[in-house]
């Protein structure tokens, strides 16, 4: 009997766990996850989760009877220590396991702090897994002072919790503007004055120097001489791919591990799908680290694990809830010269991205139209002038007919 091993039991595993069974493959499968929880939801681990307004069952992506009721063999807290690709085994629970075909979803790992500035105090924590969020919640009370370190979509996220919780936030981010990775002065702005608006103490250009306290944090130095009182940090500093199994076994690697159009790594038998895989798109190589991204690619290898010969076609969209306020992102703004924006706050605000006359994405603030609008213009190839979308009185849906 054919046996199909899935490494990493996130989105991406679980979409291509289930697709599998779903499309009629009728052989062994085996779901390996290092957490003890069964697959869950990570977006709102940071949101709803921490809020105590989502239950943590409601966060798991399927029942865990449906792995058993589906036939699926689901090993949690598991690690898997090494592949090996010679003989198509993976060294895991002290022993070794025989796969056909083995898919590695193994998702990103968060950057953290060096232990040599502080990071390994006590309090500082990162935003993952379900046992970040669970450890840090408890600080989460009225009038506490937390730190919170990087201002990108993560930062921003928890920045929005605890100001909303009554905390005392200072935000800092060592790039001159906040998202200055990921969103054009015009987005970082709006979501500038956003915080700012709800007393976050939002300080740009600022790094950090270093944590102090004994054994648990209880300060921090600024770069630009500030000291501060604390009494827990968040660490959001971005990602990195989960390759160290990929790149002890030999697997190729280029920002991730590098897989074909149809899933597929240069290592016969092995695939890869989600935050850990980069893939051709366009004249390029990209990595997307989203939920449609790792369910959609995973979908697609589980169906070129049962023979369809099918290329993956990124349609990248990615959102973000602060406050009261729902970004929506279409497209990849890469390579952007000018941004439009249409509407203004506190109504429905959109900012479009061009390079030259051709659209290639949009971020909208609490304007699903304007998503929806600049998704469908995106994916069709079709780039309206930049006037008519300034133009808040224009009808956006009638330019997907012109």
Not at 33 to 62: F, I, T, V, W
Not at 71 to 80: K, M, N, R, Y
Not at 101 to 113: E, I, N, W, Y
Not at 145 to 173: M, N, P
Request: charged share 20%.
């Amino acid at each position: 009997m054919r046996h199909i091993v899935v490494i990493g039991a996130g989105q991406a595993g679980s979409s291509c766990v289930a697709k599998l069974r779903n499309g009629g493959f009728d052989g062994k499968i085996t779901l390996i996850g290092a957490e003890p929880q069964p697959p869950y939801q990570r977006p709102p681990l940071s949101k709803a989760y921490l809020m105590g307004d989502m239950a943590l069952e409601r966060l798991y992506l399927r029942p865990h009877s449906f792995y058993e009721e589906h036939g699926i063999e689901l090993l949690l807290d598991t690690s898997v220590d090494a592949i090996d690709t010679a003989n198509n085994q993976i060294a895991v629970a002290g022993g070794m396991m025989a796969y056909d075909d083995l898919v590695l979803a193994t998702g990103s790992v968060p950057h953290r702090l060096p232990a040599a500035i502080g990071g390994a105090l006590e309090g500082v924590h990162v935003v993952r897994g379900l046992a970040d969020v669970d450890a840090m919640a408890p600080q989460f009370v009225k009038g506490a002072r937390v730190l919170i370190v990087g201002g990108g979509y993560i930062g921003l996220e928890a920045a929005s919790v605890a100001a909303k919780l009554g905390l005392e936030v200072t935000l800092v981010e060592m790039a001159p503007r906040i998202l200055q990775r990921v969103a054009s002065p015009e987005t970082s702005a709006f979501f500038r004055d956003l915080h700012k608006g709800h007393g976050v103490d939002l300080r740009e250009g600022v790094g950090l120097e270093q944590l102090t306290g004994e054994g648990r944090v209880s300060g921090a130095k600024l770069s630009d001489g500030t000291e501060l009182a604390v009494d827990f940090v968040i660490v959001g500093v971005g990602v990195a791919p989960g390759t160290t199994l990929a790149e002890a076994a030999g697997i190729a690697l280029d920002n991730g591990i590098a897989v074909d159009a149809q899933g597929r790594t240069n290592v016969p038998n092995i695939w890869a799908a989600g935050d850990c895989a980069s893939f051709p798109y366009r004249d390029a190589r990209i990595r997307l680290e989203s939920v449609p991204n790792a369910i959609e690619q995973a979908e697609v290898v589980a169906e070129n694990l049962m023979g369809a010969e099918k290329d993956y076609v990124a349609k990248p969209w990615f959102w973000s809830d602060q406050y009261d306020v729902k970004l929506q992102i279409a497209g990849l703004n890469t390579g952007y010269d000018h941004v439009v924006t249409r509407g203004a706050a506190p109504g429905p605000v959109s900012f479009w991205y061009y390079a030259g006359d051709k659209l290639l994405a949009v971020d909208a603030a609490n304007d699903p139209r304007g998503y929806m609008v600049g998704k469908r213009l995106i994916e069709s190839g079709k780039s309206p002038a930049p006037e008519v979308v300034a133009d808040a009185s224009s009808d956006l849906k009638a330019l997907l007919k012109a």
